[in-house]
Every structure is written in C-alpha cells, then in structure tokens.
C-alpha cells in the first residue's frame, strides 16, 4: 500500500489525476477474513486519507451482503464509505438485501430491472449504481450490449453512472463505455452531460471537492457552446 500509495501521488503531481482508495473484501473468504481487511483499511487510513471507503465484490451466492451488515456499520464508525457488489449474478433479492445492511452504492444493480418495487425504491433514494455495461457482457451477466438495463434505469430517474469496472481485464476504457451507451440506446449528449454529474455527484469525495468538479464541467460545456 506504501508503494501504491507513492504511485498514486506521483500519478497526481505528473498528471493531474486524482486517485482515492476503496478496500475491497472478497465476501467468499467470509467475515473473518473481511474483518481483518476493514481493521487493516482503518489502521492504514491514519495515515493514507486517500483511502475514503470499503466494498464486498467477489461471489455473490457464496458470501450473501445480508451477512455484512454488522461489517458495513463498523466500517461507517471509522469514517469509511460503504459500497457492495449486488445483483450482478444473483435475483434482485441481493440489491434489497445490499440496501438493508446499509450499502450506500450498489456494483452493477442488473436484476433490479425485474423488480418494479426495487426500482421504485432506487428512484426515491437515489442509490447509486454503478453500471458497468463491457464486463456485464464479458462476465456473461448480460448477453450483450444491447441487453443491458442501462437505459432503462436513465429513463426512469435513477441515479447511475457508467464504470469500467476493470479496465485491462475488460478491455475497455471510460471513454468507450460513453461511447457504447451513447451508439446502443441512443442517449443524446445532454443525457451524456447527465451521466458525468452523476459520476461527480455519486462519488466518494467531499462536497467542495464535488462542486468544484461540477464547476470545471460546466465551464467546460459553456466553452463548446
């Protein structure tokens, strides 16, 4: 961690891009294990505050989100955001779930669209899900592109935004995901500028830090105008 953590602040100083950590817990390795990676994420956060949050991923129907209740509210006393994997391969039960122990961002969210009810929910809190349209497909959540929800939950007010989920191993970049979604549902660029709001206004970074990103997005939108 010391020597990505030197990488993440070389990356900042050389480039201009900011970097902030989210530890994840394999869920399948159960919560005993998942409880040393939360111990180690908050001894580590004393002195790296750029590690803001904690995630479960890993295999759903092997380690249910019910069971991280107790773990996501230890996570939140030590000042850690919370986000977990959920309805990626498993029914929308998990998204339900993911929400009742406390998850504050949803991974994937896929089978939420075969729930009426969840969607409705999602909706009014406006839960983040975090879509990640090219690993849906390469995972087999989705069979293609064309399959994915993601217009679906746009068009009825949820709060999403689009991810690369792992860029090498997907092949794919942010930039193409715009891309993909914009060619296979049709969104306009004014959908598109709603997208990358959301991704500021979703994230995990302080509120000044989000009004300043949303400032730098609108000046950029006022100057192609």
Not at 11 to 26: H, M, P, R, S
Not at 42 to 50: A, F, H, I, Q
Not at 178 to 195: A, T
Request: net charge negative; hydrophobic share 40%; proline share 4%.
């Amino acid at each position: 961690m010391a020597a990505v953590e030197r990488a993440r602040i070389q990356g900042e100083q050389e480039y201009g891009t900011t970097i902030f950590w989210i530890v994840d817990a394999v869920r399948q390795f159960g919560l005993e294990d998942a409880a040393v990676v939360l111990s180690k994420a908050v001894k580590l956060k004393e002195t790296m505050p750029s590690i803001v949050g904690i995630g479960i991923g890993g295999n759903e129907e092997a380690g249910p989100v019910a069971d991280f209740a107790e773990f996501f509210a230890r996570a939140k006393k030590a000042g850690l955001r919370v986000t977990a994997h959920a309805g990626e391969a498993v029914p929308a039960f998990s998204i339900w779930d993911a929400l009742s122990a406390g998850a504050e961002r949803i991974g994937h969210g896929l089978t939420a669209v075969s729930d009426p009810e969840l969607v409705k929910v999602l909706k009014q809190r406006q839960t983040p899900l975090e879509l990640c349209v090219t690993s849906n497909v390469c995972t087999g959540g989705i069979p293609s592109p064309r399959d994915h929800p993601v217009r679906t939950y746009f068009d009825n007010g949820l709060m999403i935004s689009l991810n690369t989920d792992d860029p090498p191993m997907f092949r794919t970049t942010l930039l193409n995901e715009y891309e993909l979604v914009q060619k296979e549902f049709g969104f306009s660029d004014e959908d598109m500028v709603k997208l990358a709001r959301n991704s500021v206004q979703s994230s995990f970074l302080t509120e000044t830090r989000k009004r300043n990103l949303l400032h730098e997005l609108d000046n950029f939108l006022s100057s192609k105008t």
